[in-house]
């Protein structure tokens, strides 16, 4: 049987539907090929550690991405085009790490549940892993309306 979508593989699961989540952003950035990606909730001193590790930034954050592929925005991924990064069948897409403290504290500072607040970061994380980004407005604006249109698509709304 041919394996397609994109698989979020997470040792805790905590507080979304991260099939549905993953379900929508294969659909949205019309991907064709079987995808991974690998989710960790961690702690604000993990968090901070990998920000200053492995991006030399001191400080805590809510949500870090390790895209593995370079050049996919726009694109759809195929196993053809990264050989060398499939796994299990799959063309393995990075890493998120979402820290648990920082979306409790969000969520309370913006007035919405801590499952809508995770959502968002594991989806703004997994655009991330397809290239897209936010350091000019032009691209900010491109990916918040990808997020809002995701976000929309599985009934998780601003509250």
Request: aromatic letters at 6%.
């Amino acid at each position: 049987m041919k394996k397609s979508g994109l698989e979020v593989i997470c040792s805790t699961k905590k507080h979304l539907n991260l099939k549905k989540l993953a379900d929508s952003v294969y659909k949205t950035l019309a991907q064709e090929d079987a995808l991974s990606a690998e989710l960790e909730f961690v702690s604000e001193e993990e968090i901070a550690d990998l920000n200053l590790r492995l991006r030399h930034v001191a400080g805590v954050t809510d949500v870090l991405s390790f895209p593995s592929l370079d050049g996919v925005r726009h694109k759809v991924i195929k196993k053809t085009d990264f050989p060398f990064d499939v796994e299990d069948g799959r063309v393995f897409i990075g890493s998120i790490a979402v820290c648990v403290t920082r979306a409790e504290e969000q969520a309370a500072e913006y007035g919405h549940s801590v499952e809508r607040e995770f959502t968002y970061l594991v989806c703004h994380g997994l655009l991330h892993l397809f290239g897209y980004d936010h350091i000019d407005e032009a691209d900010r604006a491109e990916m918040r309306a990808l997020e809002d249109k995701i976000m929309e698509d599985i009934g998780v709304t601003r509250e």
